[in-house]
């Protein structure tokens, strides 16, 4: 039974493949598994449409023969089917992400998610790849019960609110993923990552972590959504990364969901002094404001959209994933705050 299973460390599991794909690879979380792949001997081909991915993230891999990269969207099913059929394990990361984004381009999302999930899982299926699909803590919607854990029920607000949507659209890539395991016999991994963050994260699309360094590093007020006292759980890529490949070469986790987060919970106001104060003493200070002078708070309205609505906590159940891996962080929120910002200062 899966509750009896011993943990089992991550170093120690078998290789069970050798050539993966990563659609989304020029992204964030992607490049650095595309990097932590190809430092372990795999073959790892990206395709990326570079519509928030960056080429900047994988450029120095490709001067690696084990490296391919197709810039291409996962919908040319053509180039799909090919890339498929060259792997044994599909790392599916390619969605549209950040908050900003999802408010503003809502039929993007979830096409893009919903669309391309699909056209991952045909194409898996006609090979009989492994697929890791990439989900959200999003999907646990305005539930309030946490720790969320797996099989937690799941509430959403309505579908007026197209903040929904991306949750929605990831509950569908969940479900439709599933159904290819239980009706097709295709080999799946669901992981729903809680807040993932370190270099190479923009603050593009709504991410506080850069935004929040940024602004700092600048000299200007950090912005803050809401009241502040919403609270989250930041995992550093490389753990995240960790607990990914972990899951790939676990047989038993296949047809199974996982949490991948941290448990370290803070509340965004005590995220953004903690900025402020690491700014300080790492002496790159334009002013000498007092630190609570320099937070500006912005209602969600005027932030994102009229009745936008929040989740106050968002805290993962890790227990599951460590059962079956033996995986937990290794890295806590400083040393996660202080790798970005030197990443941000061109010292990584």
Same mark, same amino acid.
């Given at each position: 039974?899966?509750?009896?299973? +011993?943990?089992?460390?991550?170093? $120690? ?19 650095? #598994? ?26 120095? #891999? ?23 059929? /060259? ?8 969605? $549209? ?5 999802? &408010? ?6 979830? %096409? ?5 999930? %699909?056209?991952?899982?045909? $194409? ?6 492994? !697929? ?5 803590? +999003? ?10 854990? +797996? ?12 903040? @929904? ?17 239980? +009706?097709?016999?295709?080999? &799946? ?18 991410? &506080? ?10 000299? /200007? ?19 995240? &990364? /960790? ?28 995220? $953004? ?7 300080? %003493? ?32 968002? !805290? ?10 033996? @995986? ?21």
């Amino acid at each position: 039974m899966a509750g009896m299973k +011993e943990a089992q460390s991550s170093a $120690a599991q078998i290789r069970s493949f050798d050539r993966a794909l990563i659609t989304g690879g020029a992204g964030f979380i992607g490049s650095h #598994l595309a990097e932590s792949l190809l430092a372990e001997g795999y073959q790892v081909t990206v395709i990326d449409d570079l519509s928030t991915g960056r080429y900047e993230n994988i450029a120095p #891999l490709v001067k690696y023969p084990r490296f391919r990269f197709a810039i291409d969207s996962i919908t040319n099913q053509i180039v799909l089917d090919r890339l498929a059929s /060259e792997c044994d394990v599909i790392f599916h990361l390619a969605a $549209a992400v950040g908050v900003m984004l999802i &408010v503003d381009r809502p039929v993007h999302t979830i %096409e893009t998610n919903v669309m391309g999930t %699909e056209a991952v899982l045909k $194409a898996a299926l006609r090979y009989r790849a492994k !697929v890791l699909i990439a989900s959200s803590s +999003e999907v646990y919607g305005k539930g309030n019960q946490t720790p969320f854990r +797996e099989d937690d029920d799941v509430v959403l607000g309505p579908t007026s609110r197209s903040r @929904w949507a991306y949750a929605a659209s990831k509950m569908v890539d969940e479900f439709l993923a599933l159904a290819y395991y239980r +009706e097709k016999g295709l080999p &799946v991994v669901i992981f729903r990552l809680f807040n993932t963050v370190g270099p190479r994260q923009t603050g593009q699309y709504g991410m &506080v972590i850069p935004r929040f360094l940024n602004q700092a590093i600048e000299g /200007e007020p950090l912005t803050v959504y809401g009241d502040g006292n919403q609270t989250r759980c930041f995992l550093h890529v490389r753990d995240a &990364v /960790e607990a990914i490949l972990a899951l790939a070469n676990c047989p038993d986790a296949v047809g199974e969901v996982f949490n991948i987060g941290s448990t370290e919970e803070v509340r965004i106001i005590d995220l $953004a002094l903690k900025i402020l104060q690491l700014v300080r %003493e790492n002496k790159i200070v334009t002013g000498a404001i007092e630190a609570r002078d320099q937070v500006r708070f912005i209602p969600y309205d005027e932030a994102y959209a009229v009745g936008f609505e929040d989740m106050r906590r968002r !805290v993962p159940d890790i227990t599951k994933i460590f059962r079956y891996t033996g @995986w937990k962080p290794g890295m806590t929120l400083d040393q996660a705050l202080q790798d970005i910002l030197h990443s941000l200062l061109g010292q990584e």
